[in-house]
């Protein structure tokens, strides 16, 4: 850029527009990079089905009053690879009574050789949401106290890639609050059914593959438009290496 700035006379005049035609396109992929907002492109689609759903909790009392914990995950495989960076999840709480704050977790699992079931040796990814965001979605669940369904947004703190024609399992689970039973809700889309742990079966054990999934979606967000500027911006260049030889 300097040797381009060092021109004289009419080829000078020349090197010196084209690198403000840099400069201008490098501080517009800039703004662009700061206030567009970036595509969001869905990759795994479970929509929810709002009659039911596993509690997937790490600590909460069951019908009688005892503690207990139940972990629940879900499987999924890619066609093509992508890298996730935004989960949404529906969900709802047995009591219909949502916590003030709450910590949920999420999850990526390989699969184990021989029954495919999630790895406890190889986690992906973990990560852990304190508040995340959580919307009603004006629906009820048709089950229990007839509890309201929520939305949840995870924002992933580090975007987690993933390959294609691999089995991957997504567990959610909130965190260390027995006052009340989340309750990941259920899905029909793949209907190849979902996974669960708690103290009485003792390892991963699959849910009926005839009744239902879990209801989430794996969102991977492509880079923004700002390469394709950046790269216009240096298209310049060639023109005033040109010159100066």
């Given amino acids: 850029m300097i040797a381009c700035m060092q021109g004289r006379g009419r080829h000078g005049g020349v090197m010196m527009r084209d690198f403000r035609v840099y400069l201008f396109l490098s501080a517009a992929a800039l703004i662009l990079a700061a206030t567009s907002p970036l595509r969001a492109e869905i990759v795994v689609d479970h929509q929810p089905d709002p009659s039911g759903g596993f509690a997937s909790d790490t600590e ?7 503690p207990l914990w139940q972990r629940v995950a879900d499987d999924f495989t890619l066609t093509e690879p992508a890298v996730t ?9 047995n009591l219909d009574d949502p916590p003030v704050t ?7 699992y390989g699969a184990r050789d021989g029954d495919g079931l999630p790895d406890d040796g190889n986690i992906i990814s973990e990560q852990a949401f304190i508040d ?9 669940i048709f089950s229990g106290v007839g509890p309201r369904e929520f939305i949840y947004t995870f924002d992933l703190n580090e975007p987690v890639p993933l390959e294609a024609n691999v089995p991957y399992w997504l567990e959610l689970v909130q965190v260390g609050d027995v006052t009340t039973r989340f309750r990941w809700e259920q899905s029909v889309a793949d209907l190849n059914g979902r996974a669960f742990i708690n103290p009485i079966v003792g390892d991963w054990t699959p849910g009926d593959p005839a009744v239902t999934d879990s209801a989430f979606q794996l969102d991977t967000v492509p880079e923004s438009a700002t390469a394709a500027l950046v790269l216009l911006s240096y298209a310049v ?9």
Avoid: K, V
């Fill in 60 to 66: 909460f009392l069951d019908d009688f009053g005892s």
């Fill in 85 to 93: 960076r935004r989960i949404t999840a529906w969900g709802f709480y």
């Fill in 102 to 108: 709450e910590t949920m977790r999420i999850r990526f």
């Fill in 132 to 140: 995340p965001l959580r919307e009603w979605t004006g629906r009820i």
């Fill in 237 to 245: 260049m060639p023109r005033c290496r040109r010159r100066r030889r």
